[in-house]
């Protein structure tokens, strides 16, 4: 029996009349850093939405922890960070974060925690005057608050400086070492290296799947920009 927290079937997904996942199956393991890279367009933030249930499907399944994607059980499981901004501004930013705190049911004092690990204290009492890369910060807070034992974020290190970045990258690699599902989507294949396993995609199918080693070696390159490429050249021969 397959014990995946995350598992997509055979999904299948149209926008504006466009197929962008044609039948992608795929997985998502317990305790990974899974990295999903691909150019823009390529499916990145369509998957991502289909496995937190807020996409409609035109077929497949995709379950998390066994509970359909989309249902309120489902949800209860996920923490969630949108590409677009999805931070209140007519709240501050410790009121952005425990609200979403009172949703997932954390423990008192979680809130506080993830802001001063993130390093939002100074900005606590802000509301409208946050920069691009502070308010990615503000909207990771309050994906990781509760402590979801599955992380769907979706470009989460935009924005932000090369040390912000390191540290929230060790954060993950925390949450995931705790046994925690993580999957990070992003078109900047220098952090690819950083997962333990790697989805490349592009028009909506999965060209390989392995860890960043697994990948090198199929491709013969060592820089993964160049093997991604030479990815694309394989699959479209």
Known sequence: MNTAPVQVRDLRVSRGGRL??????????SGTVTGLLGPSGSGKSTLIRSIAGVQRIDSGTVKILGYPAGTRAAARCLGYMTQASSVYTDLSVRENVAYWARISGAERGEA???IEHLHLASLALFRSRLSGGQTSRVALACALVGNP????????????DPVLREEIWDFLRERAAAGTTILVSSHVMDEAARCDKLLLIRHGEILATGSPD??????????LDAAFLNLIKEHAA
């Open 20 to 29: 962008v996942l044609p039948g992608l199956s795929t997985q998502l393991d």
């Open 149 to 160: 034992p599955v992380l769907l974020l979706d470009e989460p290190t935009v924005g932000l």
């Open 112 to 114: 506080e925690s993830v």
């Open 214 to 223: 697994d990948i090198r070696k199929r491709t013969g390159v060592e820089d």
